[in-house]
T-cell receptor
Framework: AQSVSQHNHHVILSEAASLELGCNYS??????LFWYVQYPGQHLQLLLK??????LVKGIKGFEAEFIKSKFSFNLRKPSVQWSDTAEYFC?????????????FGKGNQVVVIP | EPEVTQTPSHQVTQMGQEVILRCVPI?????FYWYRQILGQKVEFLVS????????KSEIFDDQFSVERPDGSNFTLKIRSTKLEDSAMYFC????????????FGPGTRLTVL
């Protein structure tokens, strides 16, 4: 079964600091990879996705993620965070060769940006 | 911008009662999903639905659960006899013409079983 790991569940940082959130998954075949964000009081929104091609993907609000197949990782980065980036961030994986389309989620990273 | 909507936002019920959670997916989407998140735990897949039938379900989705698309717009999750451990946030999602596209999530229904 697919499993997704996110570490450092609670992250606190100051505005303008850089952010990197790790995501590792266990499935060795072809995957689609996603980062979702949930701002306080709002629903899950797609931040960025990787299906194929350039392993460095750019998403909304200055976020980017890098797919490293050899490390089974899809880490999220932002060079300079803002207070409005305070949210919970979820990594999700779809193992497409299983022939299913379920998303397996990590436990999430609660990020608090201090002004 | 089209979005997935869910009702109610919060449902409180007694153990053993039936509940129906409602979702309106994005109108031209073909794939529909239910996920749940127990407090402090991961978001977990429950079921996916395509072409008016279940395409996949998880081990959580036992005989107490059922899904239905009763008309062209609604997608419902029924829990026949709720248990305390069914207390969770339930998210509906939909995706477009391929099940491997991104999934768009609704705001969730918080179910509390007393």
């Amino acid at each position: 079964a697919q499993s997704v790991s996110q570490h450092n569940h609670h992250v606190i940082l100051s505005e303008a600091a850089s952010l990197e959130l790790g995501c590792n998954y266990s499935y060795g075949g072809t995957v689609n990879l996603f980062w979702y964000v949930q701002y306080p009081g709002q629903h899950l929104q797609l931040l960025l996705k990787y299906f194929s091609g350039d392993p460095l993907v750019k998403g909304i609000k200055g976020f980017e993620a890098e797919f490293i197949k050899s490390k089974f990782s899809f880490n999220l980065r932002k060079p300079s965070v803002q207070w409005s980036d305070t949210a919970e961030y979820f990594c999700a994986v779809n193992a497409i060769l299983y022939g299913n389309n379920r998303l397996a989620f990590g436990k999430g990273n609660q990020v608090v940006v201090i002004p | 911008e089209p979005e997935v909507t869910q009702t109610p936002s919060h449902q409180v019920t007694q153990m053993g009662q039936e509940v129906i959670l409602r979702c309106v997916p994005i109108s031209n989407h073909l794939y529909f999903y239910w996920y749940r998140q127990i407090l402090g735990q991961k978001v977990e897949f429950l079921v996916s639905f395509y072409n008016n039938e279940i395409s996949e379900k998880s081990e959580i989705f036992d005989d107490q659960f059922s899904v239905e698309r009763p008309d062209g717009s609604n997608f419902t999750l029924k829990i026949r006899s709720t248990k305390l451990e069914d207390s969770a946030m339930y998210f509906c999602a939909s995706s477009g013409t391929s099940g491997y596209n991104e999934q768009f999530f609704g705001p969730g229904t918080r179910l509390t079983v007393l």
